[in-house]
């Protein structure tokens, strides 16, 4: 991911790629697909021990395939359905590895059941029809700061219900439905120079809420396990549902905004990848 500088924005588009840029050697920024793991958590200097020190190359290399790697070089391998840790191991063959019971049952009836009794298991990955589309993240800086649209009211219009008229009670629900308008009338206004944005990285700035709804606190950000405090690192927007076709799979995906926070120490502890911190706000509902 490409770093911004203090305060400016950096906006993020899904485009088409072909599969080889975004494997783990291209070190993409990607959606969709399988992970693109890479050996650890990536804070290193340009010279180290496990990258090379030029960047990868912008041409498609020889031996590209569009073959699904199954194994990182650490040895681990990966789920054939998902491209996750794959602790589990058909019982039969010991050579098709599985995140879960769940996707071996996928596996096994596309494809698995044919292949699993013969000598030479087929390692060709099927379509299994589970996977979200795979796109590039590409990333451009946006262009200019838009004024703010609204004051940012105080928390002093909270309803409190208690002893209220109805006219009261009336009043002070116009009210909340005004806050929420203006809420959302600014999320539109933010994003309206690039409707096709699906995701927006600034690490500490404000993200961009879609409702007044369920706005996290201080006190709702967990700190990291180091004892840093987590901060906002960038946020994934509602328009990625449309690139994902997640009903295809027939379940429902939704969210308004997706706010992701990282430790503002950039730890680096253990080895192996971070968990990080997902604020999900969902687009209230219209009364
Ligand atoms: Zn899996
Ligand atoms: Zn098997
Ligand atoms: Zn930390």
Same mark, same amino acid.
């Given at each position: 991911m490409a770093v911004a500088g203090p305060g400016s924005v950096e906006l993020g588009f899904a485009e088409e790629a072909p599969a080889w840029r975004l494997r783990s050697e291209q070190f993409p920024s990607k959606v969709g697909g399988r992970p693109a793991w890479l050996s650890f958590r990536n804070q290193l200097p340009r010279k180290n021990e496990f990258y090379s020190f030029e960047p990868p190359s912008e041409n498609r290399p020889p031996d590209a395939g569009e073959s699904v790697c199954l194994q990182l070089q650490s040895g681990t391998h990966l789920c054939r359905v998902c491209g996750c840790l794959a602790p589990k191991t058909c019982s039969r063959c010991h050579q098709a590895h599985y995140c879960s019971k769940e996707h071996q049952t996928i596996d096994w009836r596309l494809v698995h059941k044919q292949t699993?009794?013969? /000598?030479?298991? /087929?390692?060709t990955v099927p379509d299994h029809n589970f996977l979200f589309p795979e796109f590039e993240i590409v990333i451009e800086t946006e262009d200019e700061i838009m004024p703010e649209v609204v004051e940012k009211e105080e928390d002093s219009d909270i309803v409190e219900s208690m002893g209220e008229t109805p006219e009261e009670e009336l009043d002070s629900m116009a009210k909340h439905e005004s806050r929420e308008d203006n809420i959302f009338q600014k999320f539109k206004t933010h994003i309206a120079h690039e409707p096709e944005q699906i995701l927006r990285y600034g690490r500490g700035i404000e993200p961009i809420w879609?409702?007044?709804?369920?706005?996290?606190? /201080?006190? /709702?950000i967990p700190d990291c396990p180091c004892g840093a405090k987590r901060i906002f690192e960038f946020q994934v927007m509602p328009q990625l549902l449309n690139h994902l076709k997640a009903d295809r799979l027939g379940k429902s995906v939704d969210w308004g905004v997706l706010a992701v926070f990282t430790c503002a120490e950039s730890c680096s502890l253990g080895s192996g990848y971070m968990e990080e911190f997902v604020w999900k706000q969902d687009v209230a509902d219209t009364p």
């Open positions: 699993c009794t013969q /000598d030479q298991v /087929d390692h879609i409702s007044g709804k369920n706005i996290p606190q /201080d006190k /709702d």
